[in-house]
């Protein structure tokens, strides 16, 4: 790093966006806020990526409106503030080149006192250097064969590369050693030793995107504290107007939303050379515990676990719940959304800020900021991690559209409905899986060598039922009515699984017609592809039921 070099990420372009005619443009930071009504979309390398920049982008958003909040009358509630934002043509930009121009020489990637998002002199005892493809998230260690990128690409970084993968790095860098770096106080025989992923690792990450750029950062930006009636705190501070520091801290806890949208999971200095970076120090920042942090980190859900409560005699404990790379977002609703019951007084699970903001803001007691009307895509995004978190297995990155009306109180009734679709619609197709274990029984075969093809029939109907789900979905809004909604989603699901089953029965061969000898609950039953169709359209009835059903208890069975 020389005196000379220097990168401004305010006015440096280094921010990849979609406008609306779909080209990708590279712009800074005070272009893209200038501009965002103009802009779709992020669109940088990965869609986690995407995620870590829009956090920073929004801490900015609070900070620069935290000024204005301290002048307006005390009786006028977030929600109205909100609504303000949200009927302006643009952003309030005086107030962000304000807070920019304040802050401006803590966003040069190479200033000599404080580089943005990194430690200046941090070093390690031997003053080695770690190539940058350690912060590249799409190079996995060892193994390049899959990746896009070779050579140059992974011995150097332009500005604007190093500067994604800089604040992507921060977010969801990998667990496991790191290198131990002089004057830090943990390390021990010359490592840092492991402290988890990085901060969003931790997250099954969920934003809100709009039709532009400006109505993303809009719908993320929670302009509330902890209560509806109050607004976020003073204190609350991104990473660069917090004082410098060395090295990580093991027992540091967020004051907010800007300060864990920033959160330093890792010390980083970059190293740059003729105009690249061409190499960097890397090792632990500050820890965080990922235990209820529900009132800080807006942008995941949570859940009890009664084994943390447990292992730790606490009630409650909240962790994130976190996507999975087999299961689609829409499957998952009831994690986000559930119903379940209370116990000892604390709910079960907590839906994401972002989405309960939403949901403030579109009901009466918000003051229907934002219409019932309007479409919202949910956005779900994040890493699967192996090896105990120490490499990159999966990117999850999936959407679902759904109403501002659901997330609502007045709404309440049909994100139950969809909830209560998603659990009967996982049922109706275990009973699909359930035929294809009996057809193999009748055929002659052992139930217990079905899972294979009783996982891959699931796995098929849960694709053929993926786009009906969101389209269903996606129109439940002000003017649904329940009971006609779920009759509607029962009737296509029923008649799709209906159509696969009879598939499977046409398929098999004439000795699964003719049937075979099972062991069922101590009894002898004699299975045929006849009566395993059967004993599923009764299943089927069960989990979908129709008004006019008539289901048949007797003689029924799974096969299992």
């Known amino acids: 790093m020389t005196e000379q070099t220097t990168f401004n990420l305010i006015d440096e372009p280094w921010i990849h966006v979609r406008d609306s005619i779909g080209a990708i443009q590279e712009v800074s930071v005070l272009e893209l806020f200038r501009q965002s009504s103009r802009f779709k979309c992020l669109a940088n390398d990965l869609p986690t990526q995407d995620f870590a920049i829009l956090r920073v982008l929004l801490a900015i958003l609070q900070r620069s409106i935290s000024p204005m909040l301290n002048d307006l009358d005390e009786d006028i509630k977030p929600a109205e503030i909100w609504g303000k934002l949200w009927e302006s043509s643009e952003l309030p930009m005086n107030d962000i080149r304000a807070y920019l121009s304040k802050w401006h020489d803590y966003f040069d990637l190479f200033d000599s006192e404080h580089p943005f998002m990194q430690v200046p002199g941090l070093r390690t005892p031997k003053d080695e250097l770690q190539p940058v493809s350690k912060i590249i998230a799409d190079v996995p260690d060892g193994d390049r064969l899959f990746s896009l990128r070779s050579g140059c690409k992974l011995s150097s970084l332009t500005f604007s590369e190093a500067a994604r993968w800089l604040i992507h790095v921060e977010a969801f860098d990998t667990a496991g050693i790191k290198s131990g770096v002089v004057g830090d106080p943990n390390v021990k025989g010359g490592k840092s030793y492991p402290?988890?992923?990085?901060?969003?690792?931790?997250?099954?990450?969920?934003?809100?995107?709009?039709?532009?750029?400006?109505?993303?950062?809009?719908?993320?930006?929670?302009?509330?504290?902890?209560?509806?009636d109050e607004l976020f705190p003073d204190?609350?501070?991104?990473?660069?107007?917090?004082?410098?520091?060395?090295?990580?801290?093991?027992?540091?806890?967020?004051?907010?939303?800007?300060?864990?949208?920033?959160?330093?999971?890792?010390?980083?200095?970059?190293?740059?050379?003729?105009?690249?970076?061409?190499?960097?120090?890397?090792?632990?920042?500050?820890?965080?515990?990922?235990?209820?942090?529900?009132?800080?980190?807006?942008?995941?859900?949570?859940?009890?676990?009664?084994?943390?409560?447990?292992?730790?005699?606490?009630?409650?404990?909240?962790?994130?719940?976190?996507?999975?790379?087999?299961?689609?977002?829409?499957?998952?609703?009831?994690?986000?959304?559930?119903?379940?019951?209370?116990?000892?007084?604390?709910?079960?699970?907590?839906?994401?800020?972002?989405?309960?903001?939403?949901?403030?803001?579109?009901?009466?007691?918000?003051?229907?900021?934002?219409?019932?009307?309007?479409?919202?895509?949910?956005?779900?995004?994040?890493?699967?991690?192996?090896?105990?978190?120490s490499i990159v297995t999966e990117l999850i990155d999936d959407t679902i559209f759904l109403s501002p009306f659901l997330l609502?109180?007045?709404?309440?009734?049909?994100?139950?409905?969809?909830?209560?679709?998603?659990?009967?619609?996982?049922?109706?197709?275990?009973?699909?899986?359930?035929?294809?274990?009996?057809?193999?029984?009748?055929?002659?075969?052992?139930?217990?060598?079905?899972?294979?093809?009783?996982?891959?029939?699931?796995?098929?109907?849960?694709?053929?039922?993926?786009?009906?789900?969101?389209?269903?979905?996606?129109?439940?809004?002000?003017?649904?009515?329940?009971?006609?909604?779920?009759?509607?989603?029962?009737?296509?699901?029923?008649?799709?699984?209906?159509?696969?089953?009879?598939?499977?029965?046409?398929?098999?061969?004439?000795?699964?017609?003719?049937?075979?000898?099972?062991?069922?609950?101590?009894?002898?039953i004699w299975i045929t592809a006849a009566k395993a169709e059967a004993w599923f359209r009764s299943a089927l009835k069960k989990s979908l039921p129709l008004e006019g059903d008539i289901i048949r208890e007797e003689g029924s069975t799974s096969g299992k």
């Open 195 to 228: 402290r988890g992923t990085g901060w969003a690792g931790n997250l099954g990450g969920i934003f809100i995107e709009g039709n532009t750029l400006r109505e993303t950062l809009l719908l993320n930006l929670i302009v509330r504290g902890n209560e509806d």
């Open 235 to 389: 204190n609350d501070l991104p990473a660069w107007e917090q004082p410098l520091k060395c090295y990580g801290n093991l027992s540091k806890v967020p004051k907010g939303r800007a300060d864990i949208f920033t959160w330093q999971s890792r010390c980083v200095r970059l190293v740059c050379q003729e105009g690249l970076v061409i190499g960097l120090v890397l090792t632990n920042g500050d820890k965080l515990e990922a235990r209820n942090m529900h009132k800080s980190e807006a942008m995941t859900a949570w859940r009890r676990s009664p084994n943390q409560e447990k292992k730790l005699d606490r009630v409650p404990i909240y962790l994130p719940i976190t996507h999975k790379s087999n299961r689609a977002l829409w499957r998952g609703l009831n994690s986000i959304f559930s119903t379940e019951s209370q116990k000892e007084g604390f709910p079960n699970t907590f839906a994401p800020d972002v989405l309960i903001w939403a949901g403030f803001l579109a009901s009466t007691n918000g003051g229907k900021k934002l219409s019932q009307r309007k479409v919202l895509q949910v956005h779900g995004v994040g890493f699967e991690y192996g090896t105990q978190s």
């Open 408 to 524: 609502s109180i007045e709404g309440s009734a049909l994100m139950t409905l969809a909830c209560n679709c998603v659990d009967c619609t996982d049922h109706a197709v275990s009973a699909l899986g359930d035929l294809v274990t009996n057809l193999l029984v009748a055929a002659g075969g052992d139930s217990s060598d079905a899972s294979s093809l009783t996982d891959r029939a699931k796995a098929e109907a849960y694709f053929e039922l993926d786009s009906l789900f969101r389209c269903w979905l996606a129109n439940l809004g002000v003017d649904s009515r329940p009971d006609v909604a779920r009759d509607q989603w029962y009737r296509q699901a029923r008649k799709l699984l209906s159509s696969m089953a009879r598939k499977y029965v046409m398929e098999v061969g004439p000795d699964a017609v003719t049937g075979s000898l099972k062991k069922y609950r101590e009894k002898s």
